[in-house]
């Protein structure tokens, strides 16, 4: 039996696993930053199927709309031309590939043996508001408070961060 | 339906993608972006464990935010940084990002 939403999750993630495979290996690196959108907006509707909206809705905007611009701007400053003469891939690339694929068999093995992989979604509560919730925690004292607001000292330390690197000194 | 194993196993296929560009890709900004695509593989994985095995404890929603918040930080400071480097020394291979080595 395959139900719709199978047949969209398949879909979806053969379409970013795709995009993503193209985000490593394109030689422009505009088209890669493109790439990257893609397989973000891929990520983006998964977080619809998990049933967490608000994630899909934060994914585009601060990773689509955020991070991958200003990955472009960063390709757009760094390269007149944004593609290089030689080689992308250093001379090392098929140790990556033998990691990389270890690491993903190593993962697939560890999910076929573990006893709760093939588990289904139990059905939310009735009346279980997940932003609502969300939002409580992220802000009630014995609970996410504190990691919360380590976060956000993090995301202020990184943009003073951020600025002082990148000032060009006269 | 879809099992928890699909999901698991797509995060781990994406961390593989984005962890084969970082280790093999030339250009700094190219290795951002498998940084990028390994934190999505890991949010997509915090929030497939959150929803299957403890939609009703937020520790997972709440850890996906945090990760949110490190991938913006990471992705500022390291894009400062190649700019920053591109400004000395005219390149973003990092290849030829090598004055600590010797």
């Given at each position: 039996m395959i139900y719709p939403l199978q047949v969209v999750f398949i879909l979806v993630s053969a379409v970013t696993l795709g995009a993503a495979l193209m985000v490593v290996t394109t030689r422009n690196m505009v088209r890669a930053a493109l790439w990257l959108v893609l397989a973000l907006f891929g990520v983006a509707i998964l977080f619809v199927l998990l049933e967490a909206g608000f994630f899909a809705v934060a994914q585009v905007i601060i990773y689509i709309g955020a991070i991958a611009i200003l990955m472009i701007f960063a390709v757009m400053l760094t390269r007149r031309i944004a593609q290089d003469p030689g080689p992308q891939l250093n001379s090392t690339w098929p140790i990556a590939a033998v990691i990389a694929l270890l690491v993903f068999g190593l993962i697939v093995f560890l999910v076929q043996v573990w006893d709760r992989a093939a588990s289904l979604p139990p059905p939310l509560p009735q009346g279980f508001a997940p932003l609502q919730e969300l939002g409580v925690a992220l802000v009630s004292a014995d609970r996410y408070l504190i990691p919360f607001e380590i976060a956000s000292v993090l995301l202020l330390a990184a943009l003073i961060g951020a600025i002082v690197v990148a000032w060009e000194r006269k | 339906m879809i099992p928890l194993s699909w999901y698991l196993i797509f995060a781990a296929a994406l961390f593989s993608i984005g962890l084969f560009g970082v280790l093999s890709r030339k250009n700094a900004v190219a290795i951002l972006m498998g940084v990028?695509?390994?934190?999505?593989?890991?949010?997509?994985?915090?929030?497939?464990?959150?929803?299957?095995?403890?939609?009703?404890?937020?520790a997972g929603q709440v850890f996906a935010v945090i990760v949110f918040a490190v991938a913006a930080s990471e992705v500022a400071v390291g894009l400062a940084l190649v700019i920053s480097v591109y400004r000395r020394r005219q390149s973003v291979q990092a290849d030829e990002i090598n004055l600590l080595k010797y």
């Open positions: - | 990028e695509l390994m934190l999505n593989a890991v949010n997509v994985n915090l929030l497939a464990f959150w929803r299957y095995l403890a939609p009703e404890n937020m």
